[in-house]
């Protein structure tokens, strides 16, 4: 196919006409002249057994030696140019609402935190509202700080591990915030915004937890004891019960006449 048809001087000197019309430079490129004077240069090509048509940009501004330039530069990296320029203006507006949403305090968009809100809205009638209040807590104060702006794709095992070690001194603390970060990666898995949980892996690197095992009272007068210290307890009367009915319930052998009289 015939190329570099053209002449810069040709185009300058191009005289308009009534309607739109074409100088061809060869292999797809060409330059429209419009009839109120503009000359725009146009490129020709064909992605997926379909033609495109692909803007390179406004004589003279784009001379006739850069609109060659970026034609042959779309055809050699094999690709399509008008796809090529769809991502780049959606990592642009990306990028400015971005912007306006930090101005405004809210996360960027996509990130870990972004996402993890979101989650937590979805789960507010699910729990109690103070339950729900201590886990957006604990995200604020040792995760988001850490991994909140990162976009949750990109965060690693390693990078909660690294907000997840300095909990070790209060495991119960590190055990939920890793369970938490699962939980949000587990939403963030089901709708589509990334493909693993990296905190499982963190999971297993978190020290059990030592139980703490308390002597059962035998004797009268440490029972005595307890539920004259229940009797002090300013709560309510349901839970007193509760109380004081508590080790006859997990032992239902035992003998509670004496009971009566203290």
Request: proline share 4%.
């Amino acid at each position: 196919m015939a190329k570099d048809l053209l002449k810069d001087v040709t185009i300058r000197n191009a005289k308009l006409e009534d309607k739109d019309k074409r100088l061809n430079d060869g292999e797809g490129l060409y330059i429209l002249v419009k009839s109120n004077g503009a000359k725009w240069w146009r490129f020709d090509y064909t992605s997926a057994n379909k033609r495109k048509t692909l803007s390179l940009g406004v004589y003279p501004a784009t001379g006739l030696s850069d609109a060659r330039v970026k034609a042959r530069e779309a055809i050699a990296k094999g690709i399509d140019p008008s796809d090529t320029r769809k991502e780049e203006k959606a990592i642009k507006q990306l990028a400015t609402e971005n912007i306006i949403r930090a101005d405004a305090g809210l996360p960027i968009l996509n990130s870990f935190e972004h996402i993890t809100r979101e989650w937590l809205a979805s789960t507010t009638h699910l729990v109690r509202e103070i339950t729900h209040s201590k886990k957006i807590r604990r995200f604020e104060v040792h995760v988001f700080p850490v991994i909140g702006g990162m976009p949750i794709n990109a965060v690693k095992s390693p990078d909660i591990f690294s907000l997840i070690k300095p909990l070790f001194n209060r495991l119960e603390t590190a055990h939920r915030v890793c369970s938490d970060i699962a939980a949000a990666f587990g939403y963030a898995i089901a709708h589509g915004f990334t493909d693993y949980d990296p905190a499982q892996a963190v999971a297993t690197q978190i020290p059990a937890q030592k139980a703490k095992h308390r002597a059962a009272l035998t004797e009268p007068k440490d029972v005595a004891q307890l539920l004259r210290d229940i009797g002090c307890y300013q709560g309510t009367f349901v839970v007193q019960c509760a109380f004081r009915f508590l080790f006859t319930i997990d032992n239902p052998t035992f003998n509670t006449d004496w009971l009566r009289s203290i």
